[in-house]
């Protein structure tokens, strides 16, 4: 499965297949958002560059997204 994350407005966003599936702001709604889904890590996982430059997405620090996503992938 393909799937993509972006930063949009202090949330991460979450594309699989193309189609927005939904957003989360902390690991933990991300986690349940990507269970809901099926995702695992086995699947194929890309960030936008928004993603990389996430303070100018409402974020606190350019790593705050990826630190959500990175956490969130632990969790399943």
Known sequence: MFVFFGAEDAQ???????KVVGA?????DLAKLLCAHNVT???????SSDVDFASEEGFATD??????????LEII
């Open 24 to 28: 989360a702001d902390n690991a933990s």
């Open 41 to 47: 890590q086995a699947d194929e996982l890309f960030c």
């Open 12 to 18: 991460i966003t979450v594309h699989i297949e193309n």
């Open 63 to 72: 790593d705050s997204a990826h630190t959500i996503i990175e956490e969130a």
